[in-house]
């Protein structure tokens, strides 16, 4: 079956940095477009950022445009989110996710499968 295994999320100042990693198994992964959400304490989960099969088209929400950047590396089945100028309005758990298709997504009910999260925490 289909497994996502997030890791690199953890405790940051504000102004900071990190990069979240998600390595993918039990299906091809180039076939399938990825997606990163979150879900903050008392919010419901929400997109974040998705990149589609070959990594060429990428898209994002307007609260991390600028600052967050998806990336992903098909010879190692992992996608990535690079979190630059970390506010602490993006202290959330971190899902990543795959679609069913290979064209991006930014529905949260477009992704199929899910990982376990990661928590990101950011200090003001």
């Known amino acids: 079956q289909v497994q996502l295994v997030e890791s690199g999320g953890g405790l940051v100042q504000a102004g900071g940095s990190l990069r979240l990693s998600c390595a993918a198994s039990?299906?091809?992964?180039?076939?399938?477009?990825m997606g990163w959400l979150r879900q903050a304490p008392g919010k419901e989960r929400e997109f974040v950022a998705s990149i589609n099969w070959s990594g060429d088209v990428t898209y994002y929400t307007d609260a991390v445009k600028g600052r967050f950047t998806i990336s992903r590396d098909n010879s190692k089945n992992t996608v990535y989110l690079r979190m630059n100028s970390l506010k602490a309005e993006d202290t959330a758990i971190y899902y990543c996710?795959?679609?069913?298709?290979?064209?991006?997504?930014?529905?949260?009910?477009?992704?199929?499968?899910w990982g376990q999260g990661t928590q990101v925490t950011v200090s003001s």
């Open positions: 039990g299906r091809t992964f180039s076939n399938y477009a």
């Open positions: 996710a795959s679609r069913n298709y290979g064209n991006i997504g930014s529905r949260v009910e477009g992704y199929t499968y």
